[in-house]
């Protein structure tokens, strides 16, 4: 029956053009967004999921920052040992020159006392980002000797979150302690009768007599401690700032797992987009001649009147 009233060719025909429509919509914004979830409306458990990953990964950004931070601050503390090592030998090797009968050890204590000058300026410029962990006073209030350098932040599947550190102990790195002379360099060591710190010891009055050689190889032997005491604070920073670059390298590497998680979830993909555009665009093209022909058929009633 062709009615006047009620044209349902037209009305199919409007029904499937607006379908069309809505997705051309759907498909512009994937193609302009890059994105096939952009809201929870597209697609509430992808986006979900995705929101609490991208979370994550900005603070595994922070993470990488802090581990940054943290390698910055253990190198600037390595140089000092570096350079304070280097120093020691200076003053183990002229303390054994000084053992020498007829030495002008006054002199050579001019070079000592310079080299010991340099020793606490070394240490007390090993500072970096208002840390330094060279020179100390561990009775100053808040002071821990423990450093904690942020290194990961994982989520369980209960979405417990939870921050892990790398820890460096400092208590035996340090080259100078305020807190009763107990660095490395200016603690009291002993040797045979002998009783001194590297920092404070002085032979520009010492001779040639027995007891003051016995004193000068217990100097040469203090000095040897400390540097064994040097070189094994550094290895042991070395070992710290190893696992700190491994630490490095994971997170970058799960950040961008992580990204690509995402992305898989939520990205679209363009050459299907496209794709889709072009047969929606001729479904529209078609739909619009279809309503078209089927507000036509109307008019064919009039014909019948004339």
């Known amino acids: 029956m062709l009615s006047i009233k009620t044209n349902s060719s037209a009305m199919v025909a409007l029904q499937n053009l607006s ?4 997705e051309m919509e759907k498909t512009q ?11 929870a409306s597209d697609n509430a458990a992808y986006w979900s999921i995705a929101t609490t990953m991208q979370s ?28 304070s090592k280097d120093l020691v030998n200076q003053i183990k090797t002229k303390l054994v020159a000084a053992t020498q009968p007829g030495v002008d050890r006054a002199k050579v204590q ?16 090993a500072s ?35 921050i892990q550190t790398i820890d460096v102990d400092i208590s035996s ?8 002379a107990a660095g490395i360099i200016d603690k009291s060591r002993t040797s045979g009768t002998t009783t001194a710190s590297l920092y404070t010891m ?12 016995t004193k000068l190889n217990d100097y040469v032997k203090i000095s040897d401690a400390t540097l064994t005491d040097i070189v094994s604070a550094s290895s042991s920073l070395g070992a710290a700032k190893a696992r700190v670059s491994t630490q490095q390298s994971f997170v ?25 555009l072009q047969a929606l665009q001729t479904q529209q093209q078609l739909g619009v001649q279809s309503l078209s022909i089927a507000n036509q058929q109307t008019q064919s009633v009039l014909s019948l009147f004339r």
Not at 130 to 149: C, P
Not at 204 to 210: E, F, I, N
């Open 19 to 22: 379908s069309t429509q809505k």
């Open 29 to 39: 914004s994937r193609i302009s967004t890059g994105l096939r979830v952009a809201s």
């Open 56 to 83: 994550d990964n900005a603070a595994l950004s922070t993470v990488k920052d802090a581990l940054n931070l943290g390698s910055a601050t253990i190198d600037t503390a390595n140089a000092g040992l570096t350079a």
């Open 110 to 125: 001019d070079e000592i006392g310079q080299l010991q000058k340099q020793l606490k300026s070394v240490a007390d410029s």
């Open 128 to 162: 970096f980002s208002g840390q330094n962990w060279l020179s100390v006073d561990s009775a100053a209030t808040g002071y821990n000797a423990n450093k904690s350098i942020v290194a990961s932040f994982t989520r369980d599947s209960t979405n417990a979150v939870t």
């Open 173 to 180: 790195k340090a080259l100078f302690d305020a807190n009763g």
């Open 202 to 213: 002085d032979i520009s009055t010492l001779t040639d007599s027995a007891a003051d050689l």
């Open 252 to 276: 970058s590497s799960l950040s961008d797992s992580i990204t690509k998680g995402v992305g898989a979830l939520t990205d679209a993909d363009m050459t299907e987009e496209s794709t889709r």
